[in-house]
């Protein structure tokens, strides 16, 4: 048995790294965790002998879930789970290492390497198998949920464990505390970016908001807008990450509106070419303003910039034509036309499904909007009316 102490102040960092664990993916039926404790666990794996550091690493995690407030607290299976998860690829990854390990440095940092690669199958094999199981969805779309998630945020800390490996090697065991510190520090700033990116996203979307709110004619449009863009990227079989990337700049594609004048932007009449040149602009400014989010610099913003191309190449603002233009844009212009179809209008009241299928099949697919999207719109359409029938 390793001395007590140190064995205990191990228990102690990797639980205040369990605690400090941010959520990353959120899945139908339950919640996926991924954090910087990775980085202890395998630490703890090459320190320790394998019983030792799988009972360290599962029961720190475990601990942390049990003192949760009781509205927070899992399903008993989940525990079991968890543990499992932790302790299973704990154990055989120190195993491994301790196989291998041997007197040549060089050497013992390539078995620090294939531990943790082992570490790191078994982990996400554990993810994806529980992701599966809880959410029942398609085989394809957790694998591509897990990749683009757990997968990718624990490969970050791959390298990491390398250098915690190197510099014990040479400080001791003040290189632990030190590392571990500077693993936890970039992981809150990490998290307090993440909070920023969301609280600029939600201002975005409350600004949108409260612009159709001026107008009880638009008053949710960017909203119905998304959700069927949402739709359409999914059957297309777009990645999760990329399904959400293409909602937000669906709900934000007339962010630019917010700065044409309310006289021009709620004329009831037919507007003049100086004011319909404003309008034309409003793609633009909204490209302007997304790209102060740095995220959205190289693609949310030029998908807003573009969704009023035409397919035949007379839209604005820049007359691209065909597959010229984005993707995402293209679903959004089709997402965009037929929500606008199907509301009231000042001028008209709003079109039934039949009658926009009407107008964008026959006036519109090839044109204006590109026709496969048009097809796969109402494809979407006609399916959930089945569903809605058979209920």
């Known amino acids: 048995m390793q001395n007590t102490e140190f064995v205990l102040f191990l228990f102690l960092i990797s639980s205040i790294f369990e605690i400090a664990s941010i959520k990353t993916l959120e899945f139908t039926g339950g919640k996926i965790e991924t954090s910087a404790s990775m980085v202890v666990h395998i630490t703890v794996v090459f320190l320790l002998m394998p019983l030792e550091a799988s009972l360290i690493n599962a029961s720190s995690g475990i601990l942390y879930k049990l003192i949760k407030i009781p509205k927070e607290r899992y399903p008993v299976s989940r525990y079991i789970f ?26 013992n940092i390539l078995a620090v390497m294939i531990c943790t690669m082992v570490y790191f199958i078994l982990n996400n094999l554990f993810i994806f198998f529980g992701v599966y199981t809880l959410s029942k969805q398609d085989l394809r779309e957790v694998l591509s ?6 997968v990718l945020s624990m490969a970050l800390f791959i390298p990491v464990v390398i250098i915690v490996y190197i510099l014990y090697q040479y400080m001791g065991f003040i290189a632990i505390p030190v590392s571990l510190a500077a693993v936890l520090s970039i992981q809150i700033g990490n998290y307090y970016r993440y909070k920023y990116y969301e609280a600029k996203l939600e201002h975005l979307k409350l600004l949108a908001k409260s612009l159709e709110e001026k107008d009880r004619y638009t008053r949710g449009h960017s909203e119905r807008v998304a959700e069927l863009a949402r739709k359409m990227a999914r059957k297309l079989g777009f990645s999760p990450k990329m399904v959400e990337r293409i909602y937000n700049a669906a709900f934000l594609h007339d962010i630019g509106k917010i700065g044409i004048p309310d006289h021009v932007l709620k004329k009831p009449t037919i507007l003049s070419k100086e004011e319909m040149d404003i309008v034309k602009n409003h793609p633009v400014m909204g490209e302007d303003i997304l790209r102060e989010v740095d995220i959205f610099n190289n693609r949310e913003s030029k998908w807003v910039r573009h969704h009023h191309e035409r397919w035949d190449g007379t839209g604005y603002p820049d007359r691209l034509k065909g597959e010229e233009i984005p993707l995402p844009s293209r679903i959004i212009a089709v997402a965009d036309v037929y929500e606008a179809l199907t509301s009231d209008r000042p001028y008209r009241k709003a079109l039934t499904k039949e009658e926009a299928r009407e107008i964008m099949m026959k006036q519109m697919s090839g044109t204006v909007l590109d026709p496969d999207l048009v097809k796969l719109l109402f494809e979407i359409l006609d399916e959930e009316g089945e569903e809605e029938k058979e209920k």
């Open 145 to 150: 949920k897990v990749i683009s998630g757990p």
């Open 82 to 107: 968890n543990f499992s998860q932790v302790a299973v690829s704990s154990y055989v990854s120190s195993i491994v290492f301790h196989s291998i390990v041997g007197q040549n440095f060089v050497w």
